[in-house]
């Protein structure tokens, strides 16, 4: 569990980014502002170490995505209620860039409160894709403004879209991305040609044609494996997506479906639940700067 030999996230840089602890987990470093309870950060270790190790056996399932993170030395920034309470100029100044950020307040037992998702199993798994799984499979899974992989081709049939609009980037969106409905009760099937009718709705207008593709692979992946499968999961996905359990992944949108099925890429299929059975994360584990 602890550091790769490779990766560029230093102690020293984490410190000038105002961070004052960290972990690594399979070579993914987990940095943490001082608001950041250790239950928080190990929270966030288990989930990391879960998404990688789905079958908790101490081996990565799919070595290639690893190798790739910790290659491009990923990691993961955890503040308590602000992304302001840090400061990453001095990383980026060093080329360390591939990250996601996470909130302590998000990171909760998955809709306990029967409202809130757990969040870092979200962020995570976006860290995991993005840098993972696009690069790793380019054709198939690759998440770029410019995409035609077989993944981005699904997404554009989910969102009911004759017109993938892969070149808006980042802030370029001010209308909002064009859906023919935003209600699940009229969404379409992949199996019925004369019903088009978007699963997909994710609205934000600042987002670009490639982070389209990262919360699709986040949807379709934590749906398989039940993160949202209960009325509070139910009515978090709503506001941007249908099939919210296995059931109705596989029935609405097999492409997909299938895809993220198939053994060659290992991707979890089990929900994450902040508890790693082959290790159990402890104070020990951390790191002060």
């Excluded at 004369?194 to 990262?214: E, H, I």
């Excluded at 029935?251 to 299938?258: C, G, K, R, S």
Aim: glycine share 6%.
């Amino acid at each position: 569990m602890g550091d790769n030999s490779s990766n560029l996230v230093t102690t020293a840089l984490a410190k000038s980014s105002s961070f004052t602890k960290g972990l690594t987990v399979f070579g993914i470093s987990l940095l943490a502002t001082s608001g950041v309870s250790d239950a928080k950060l190990l929270h966030a270790a288990n989930v990391t170490a879960e998404l990688l190790d789905n079958d908790e056996n101490g081996t990565v399932d799919n070595t290639c995505v690893v190798a790739k993170l910790n290659d491009l030395s990923t990691y993961v920034t955890m503040y308590n209620t602000d992304s302001s309470e840090f400061n990453t100029d001095t990383l980026v100044d060093a080329e360390v860039t591939k990250m996601t950020s996470l909130g302590a307040n998000e990171t909760v037992d998955n809709y306990a409160d029967n409202v809130s998702h757990d969040a870092s199993i979200e962020e995570i798994f976006h860290l995991i894709t993005q840098y993972g799984y696009s690069n790793v499979y380019p054709t198939v899974f690759g998440e770029s403004n410019t995409s035609t992989a077989t993944m981005a081709q699904a997404m554009d049939v989910a969102r009911g879209s004759t017109t993938p609009q892969r070149d808006l980037s980042a802030g370029d969106n001010s209308t909002g991305w064009d859906y023919n409905n935003t209600d699940c009760s009229t969404a379409g099937s992949v199996d019925n040609t004369s019903n088009d009718k978007a699963w997909y709705f994710y609205a934000d207008k600042t987002a670009d044609y490639q982070t389209m593709q990262t919360e699709y692979m986040y949807w379709s992946v934590s749906s398989k494996f039940g993160m949202h499968d209960s009325a509070a999961g139910l009515t978090k996905a709503s506001t941007e997506w249908c099939p919210n359990t296995k059931a109705k992944l596989l029935a609405q949108d097999p492409t997909i479906y299938n895809l993220i099925d198939n053994s060659t890429y290992a991707f979890p299929t089990v929900l994450p639940n902040a508890s790693y059975g082959y290790y159990t994360f402890t104070t020990a584990d951390i790191i002060t700067f």
